[in-house]
């Protein structure tokens, strides 16, 4: 999956994790997240509505 929001824009990872209960983020609002490793190995907690799936 690739992000395509700040602050990750442009990343691109695995998803690790799909919780099912929503998140506050920093807007704030509560929303449906994933968990995501990118390549590079750092792991962050990203709005579902933020990523595209593509295939590799």
Do not use: Y
Not at 2 to 13: E, L, Q
Not at 21 to 45: K, P
């Amino acid at each position: 999956m690739r992000v395509i929001r700040a602050p990750h824009f442009g990343h691109v990872g695995k998803v690790t994790a799909l919780p099912p209960e929503l998140q506050t983020v920093e807007s704030e609002t509560h929303v449906r997240v994933l968990e995501v490793e990118f390549d590079n190995g750092d792991r962050a907690i990203v709005p579902r509505a933020n990523v595209e799936l593509i295939e590799e």
